[in-house]
């Protein structure tokens, strides 16, 4: 059987609100979210960049993990972000 990773991720909107979701092909589904067919949060700005991702080897794990993000304050998410910039250099 086949195992789909799943991705978490945050994509900062053109307002520069931040928007946090699951997929399992973040490509696509910026794509999505860019053309407006994606969640109706983008209809008043438009996505314009994944700025943070995490993957899970199941949706049930990457669905907790969204959970716990959406419930930060926006500070908390800008210290993940930034966090996870500084580990990648």
Request: aromatic share 8%; net charge positive.
């Amino acid at each position: 059987m086949k195992t789909t990773d799943w991705t978490l991720y945050i994509i900062e909107a053109a307002n520069g609100h931040l928007y946090t979701g699951i997929t399992t092909d973040l490509t696509r589904r910026l794509q999505q979210h860019q053309s407006g067919k994606g969640a109706r949060f983008f209809a008043s700005s438009q996505a314009k960049q994944v700025v943070y991702q995490e993957s899970y080897p199941d949706r049930s794990s990457a669905s907790r993990r969204e959970a716990a993000i959406k419930k930060l304050s926006r500070q908390a998410k800008l210290d993940l972000i930034a966090s996870s910039i500084s580990q990648s250099r």
